[in-house]
């Protein structure tokens, strides 16, 4: 991320919380269709934890009913949790966002752990008044770093 790109107004900066807000909650919670909606309809979701890259809509509700399915299948509930959000404005359709996401899995009746921590590098535009994920890369903090 260019750390020396302008920031975004502050009501830009709050939508993009709310979006991550969502987004976490919505796979979390099963609601596969919604999360993808945060996505472009070609959004692209690129990570070293799963074999391919994830590409459009239907891709991307398959994903995300995949994720909860198997944390049901193992009696768990799976928690998105995203900090330290940084927002650049690349232009005044597009931005730049880093975060941090740990993913957090709680047994029925168990103690939680940490599944993963990773770092989010997201492509967002603005399309129809609402800020969307054009491309995601998550890097994962226990694989080789380049």
Known sequence: ???????PDPVTVAAVHQLYGAQSQCIDNGHAVEWAATFTVDGEFHSPSYPDPVAGRAALIDFARGFYTAARAANEVHRHVVTNIAVRQSDSTSLEVSAYLQILATPL????????MT???????HIDGAWLI????????????P
């Open 134 to 145: 054009a491309r995601r890369r998550v890097a994962r903090d226990d694989a080789p770093q």
């Open 109 to 116: 009746g168990g103690p939680s752990r940490l599944v993963r």
């Open 119 to 125: 770092t989010l590098d997201d492509q967002l535009a």
């Open 1 to 7: 991320m260019n750390t020396i790109a302008p920031l």
